[in-house]
């Protein structure tokens, strides 16, 4: 039987790949958003779940089980950024972000674990970001809210594997999707201290997405962890420098790191 794939935030970008590459594999896959979008020209089916409503998420997920009787992987790719430095930055928009990137993601693997639980058997992969594993200037809620559900996988990955279920991270670097135009972008203040430095880094961090890579190569990861029989807990794809990154924020010195990434940001 065809293994039965839940993706939310199917409709653009990293999601929409990874629905697509996996329906092309022969897998039935149900990619979400917000609102339903019209599925007739897409390869995989479309349903409406929003991760910040429980009754959205309960209803889609009641859905797929009652028409394909089973959910054998969730792919939690749903989620927003921010940009902003922290003193200029609302404090009610970081908190719209971690309600959708982190207790969004909580909510829908909450929702699949009981069928997961009871079929013996699910993989459960939770996109997080190359982000999420340092403290990036302008971007410091975003990287918390990746670096947060980084740790709730490891977390919740010890408790279900009784279960024989399997729940991983995958942190994804700069890639060449949509991602910039939905993010919540704070201001640049003309009364703000931050305002030169923070729009150099706008202008930075769209260049990063334009020249990011496709993001195929996300699907293809992602079809790569779904057949391993046993996945690691953590998967990084992006480019070289960005996953040298992460190595040498554990074998530098705090203060020499912290030099590397303002020079990077010309701070």
């Known amino acids: 039987m065809s293994k039965v794939v839940l993706?939310?935030?199917?409709?653009?970008?990293i999601g929409k790949s990874i629905a697509a590459y996996?329906?092309?594999?022969?897998?039935?896959v149900y990619g979400t958003s917000r609102t339903k979008k019209e599925e007739s020209l897409l390869p995989y089916k479309m349903i409406a779940l929003n991760v910040l409503d429980i009754e959205s998420i309960q209803k889609a997920v009641a859905t797929i089980i009652e028409k394909e009787g089973k959910i054998d992987v969730l792919v939690n790719n749903a989620g927003m950024g921010i940009t902003g430095s922290i003193e200029d930055t609302p404090t009610e928009e970081m908190k719209k972000v971690f309600y959708t990137n982190l207790f969004g993601a909580i909510d829908v693997m909450k929702a699949v674990l009981p069928h997961m639980r009871s079929q013996k058997s699910g993989t459960i992969i939770n996109v997080t970001s190359i982000a999420g594993y340092m403290g990036l200037p302008f971007r410091g809620v975003y990287s918390a809210t990746k670096g947060a559900l980084?740790?709730?996988t490891e977390a919740a990955r010890i408790e279900v594997k009784q279960f024989g279920i399997q729940i991983v991270n995958v942190a994804p670097g700069d890639f060449a999707t949509n991602i910039a135009a939905g993010r919540y972008h704070t201001p640049v203040f003309e009364n703000s201290a931050y305002k030169e430095k923070y729009q150099e880094n706008l202008n930075l961090m769209d260049a990063h997405v334009d020249s990011g890579m496709h993001p195929d190569v996300m699907a293809k990861a992602v079809l790569k962890i779904i057949e391993t029989k046993n996945p690691k807990i953590h998967y990084k794809v992006g480019g070289f420098m960005e996953k040298f990154s992460i190595?040498?924020?554990?074998?530098?010195?705090?203060?020499?790191?912290?030099?590397?990434l303002m020079n990077h940001y010309k701070l």
């Open 22 to 28: 996996l329906s092309g594999k022969g897998m039935l």
């Open 150 to 152: 980084e740790l709730i």
């Open 247 to 260: 190595v040498l924020k554990r074998i530098l010195p705090d203060s020499t790191y912290e030099k590397l």
């Open 7 to 13: 993706i939310t935030g199917a409709s653009s970008g």
